[in-house]
């Protein structure tokens, strides 16, 4: 045991199970069994087939020996009919005080056996030649045998990492798992700076919900020109209900503010866009791309997005902040 202790707990522990653990670990050996009420005797158990030590385990001293034993089949799992107890007056071998048979009677008390004072060890000795604890079988885990699945069966069972992996792949076809789990961890410490009221790391901003999110470029994905003949998606028809001057809001996010611009930008970004001045900095630019300015705003003031994200109509200006759309850019 520690050779020292405290008289009182340190600053700001209040914990009443870590101060109970605190007082135990730093107790002198002298005074570690003050707290014991007199009516109890505090034991060490050990066991002929195991490592393992149960140490102060406490008995009533008006216990009886059928007390003990089965407190040691419940810890060892070895029945009392072959059980061999040998009593010792500490963790010395050479201090042994009693022999306790198996057939030795239920009924006596363990003070007949000299059983009361704390930090004595009754030793068990597993007389039965068939137990369960022999040759290590119940610590050694080398011994057990271990479930291996092949890979055939792995790939086919569902509810699966790998299957979620698959999943993923199939809506985005370059999702990376290590990307995605350096993500989350990115995303989960942001969270809890947000908690804490602390400064978000770059890349991410709070939404209109209040939530923590990855602040994705105002990008879109690369589109073909042979996709976009015969196409209004992305026409001069996307944009119709669209005028500058008008109050908007662009979806997802709810996030309001001017319409700035309707257009085309560059052969690189086919299509019509419309640009807007948000009331918040909740875009990714001030309405210049590539060096050419469609419209003034300020950073991140403004963005181009896709006529198919915007509603037109009375929306007043409200604080909002919310995460961009991989239609936008």
Known sequence: MATSSSSSPPEGMRNHDLLAVRSYVMARDETQYDTVDDALVVLDVTHSNLEQRHAELRFAKHDSLETLR???HQKTGTSAQFQHLLVYDNHDDNSLLHEIPPETSDDIKLGYFGILHHGMRVHCVDLNPHSGSAGGAYEDVSLVEKYRMTEDEY???????????????????????RKHAATHRALTEAKRLHKQHLPLPEGFIVDSTGKVVVDEPDVVAPIKMSEMVGSDEYGLDSVAHCQVGQRCQVEPGQRRGEIAF?????????GHWVGVRFDEPVGQNNGVDNGVVFFEAMDRYGAFVRGKKVVTGDFPERDIFDSDDEDEL
């Open 70 to 72: 089965t407190r040691i």
């Open 262 to 270: 309707i257009g085309k930008i560059s052969q690189e970004k086919p």
């Open 155 to 177: 790939d086919a069972r569902k509810g699966t990492l790998r299957d979620w992996g698959r999943q993923q792949r199939e809506r985005q076809p370059d999702f990376n798992l």
